[in-house]
């Protein structure tokens, strides 16, 4: 149930609502808005009575809430969350471009890549230090020394960094040197590196599984939530079908539905849908199109000795290609109030 206080409720009042809550054995989550205060309540087993709060004083509605997902829903917080990584904004009217390699190989393979997307429109490097492969035998990132390239990145170029954490025991280093934090596929339901993450100051990326539900994913970024961090971006990346064209199948009717249950940014990864680069640009164009507020694409100067995923980074001019057809996109829809 969400409490809907009055716009001039004082924050005494919020405070005895807060109790009223609490000594029921729930939990109450105020959410700050725009015009007012509402606040959650969270941990309730069956139906909470709305008579026990209608007649507080400053309580304007009580709202039933339906979703499994609380915190992450529309229900409890209808505008857009905005977050902010440097002079980048993800979820306001910018449409906000990540780019980079799959994995960090060397400092001078970073900055070249950083470089050319930079120059192109991109507004935050990726690569990855710790990369989760399918085979032992494959490279498994540069570690402690990828993050270190990564801030060498972003002292150069000014660009803030995404990169991804793949277990508890490196999550305090990774958080260090991210300015984002990302979640990958297959660590989706990691509910321990949620709650962890959930403890994290920094924004979260937070892939959808491979065979995730769209519930699934939003109740793993409830967890996140729950656990005190506002801060999450989800990222559509393609999901497990029995296509063979591509490495995954880019599922864009996510996004579309994500955006009207959850107020919290969502971006989509037509690299990792797609397996193959001559899909990217068509598949970011519709990813902007469906309401995707940003994208996040491997690029790569020498994607034949890329170290990893190479068939699906783009070079550097396909990269700014599809900045230009993307940015065109957005704005006709910007100008036509979609
Ligand atoms: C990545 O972004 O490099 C990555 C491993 O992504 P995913 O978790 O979507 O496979
Ligand atoms: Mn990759």
Known sequence: MLIVMDQKATPAEVDAVVAAIEVRGYTARPIPGGERVSIGILNNKGPVDAG??????????????????????????PENTVIRVGDVTIGSDDLVIMAG????????????????????????????????????????????????????????????VV????????????????????????????????????????????KRGMAATIDEWLMAAEYILEGGNPQVILCERGVRTFAHHSRNTLDLSAVAVVRKESHLPVIVDPSHAAGRREQVIPLSRAAVAVGAQGLMVEVHHAPDTAMS??????????????????????EVFQANGC
């Open 52 to 77: 026990l709060f209608l007649g507080l004083p400053g309580v304007k509605d009580a709202i039933p809430v339906t979703r499994p997902y609380k915190l992450v829903s529309r229900e409890f917080k």
């Open 101 to 160: 390699p799959c994995a960090i190989e060397s400092e001078s393979q970073a900055l070249t890549i950083a470089a050319h997307v930079k120059r192109s429109g991109a507004g935050i490097f990726r690569g990855g230090a710790f990369k989760p492969r399918t085979s032992p035998y494959s490279f498994q990132g540069l570690g402690r020394k990828g993050l270190e390239i990564l801030a060498q990145v972003r002292e150069t170029t000014g660009m803030p």
């Open 163 to 206: 990169t991804e954490v793949m277990d508890l025991e490196t999550f305090e280093l990774v958080e260090q040197y991210a300015d984002v934090i990302q979640i990958g596929t297959r660590n989706m339901q990691n509910f321990s590196l949620l709650r962890r993450a959930g403890r994290a100051k920094k924004p979260i990326l937070l």
């Open 309 to 330: 995923d190479g068939a699906q980074s783009l070079y550097p001019d396909q990269f700014e290609t599809l900045c230009h057809h993307v940015r065109s996109i957005y």
